[in-house]
């Protein structure tokens, strides 16, 4: 008895946290479906990655905050709908209500037939910038978590070297801990320029933290 009121304390304690956001009120009144948003939002701005016209991936795109972001900064006249310059591709394992202008995949990005899927939708080209919000179910096992979240970015990495222009940037979210140091590393060997950043729009108490990695040092 005592252990479920406690969980009911927490609970009610982080959802009241949840209603009483400052973002989460935000993404309402704007129309954003997640908070998350604003963390890309704050990272573009800071490093002016996204422009109309470009090729962008959105790799663990659902709920589709990000995609939204991303839908609006490549619009004309920044809106919701309507005009669109350029091409977003949005891939996630879970499926996603559609948004306007998005071509979404879904998908095991781990599986070959999934990245087949979005070869084949990016026509030959190549991408200006890859995000991804990708993160894995944590277990609460400190090393096969870090193996999980090591994986996810060691994919998004693979896939940039690949598939994405010389000077493009691939933007991906990581955790402090196990795995963060060989990540940081992974990213000093590949991209010319590495900056860690933690949004103001990611929770104090989350160890999330975004790495933005610009120009590949080889290209494949």
């Not at 009911?8 to 309402?28: I, R």
């Not at 070869?119 to 894995?136: F, H, T």
Request: charged share 20%; proline share 5%.
């Amino acid at each position: 008895m005592k252990v479920k009121t406690q969980s009911k304390k927490v609970n009610k304690a982080w959802l009241n946290d949840h209603v009483n956001d400052t973002y989460v009120k935000l993404a309402a009144k704007e129309g954003f479906r997640a908070r998350a948003a604003y963390k890309l939002k704050e990272i573009d701005e800071q490093f002016g990655l996204i422009r109309p016209g470009q090729l962008v991936v959105d790799l663990g795109c659902t709920p589709g905050a990000w995609s939204q972001y991303l839908r609006r900064k490549m619009s004309p006249a920044g809106a919701a709908a309507g005009a669109l310059n350029g091409c977003i591709i949005g891939l996630d394992l879970l499926p996603m209500v559609p948004i306007e202008g998005v071509l979404f995949l879904q998908g095991d990005f781990s599986e070959p037939e999934t990245l087949q899927q979005l070869e084949l939708a990016m026509q030959g080209r190549q991408a200006d910038c890859v995000v991804s919000d990708m993160a894995p179910n944590l277990s609460g096992n400190g090393a096969t978590d870090a193996a999980r979240i090591e994986n996810l970015v060691d994919l998004a990495v693979d896939f940039a070297c690949h598939h994405m222009k010389p000077e493009g940037a691939l933007v991906v979210k990581l955790f402090h801990g196990g795995a963060y140091t060989p990540l940081v590393q992974l990213f000093k060997n590949t991209f010319r320029v590495v900056k860690a950043v933690k949004p103001k729009a990611s929770r104090d108490k989350s160890s999330e933290t975004f790495l933005v990695g610009i120009g590949l040092k080889v290209t494949v």
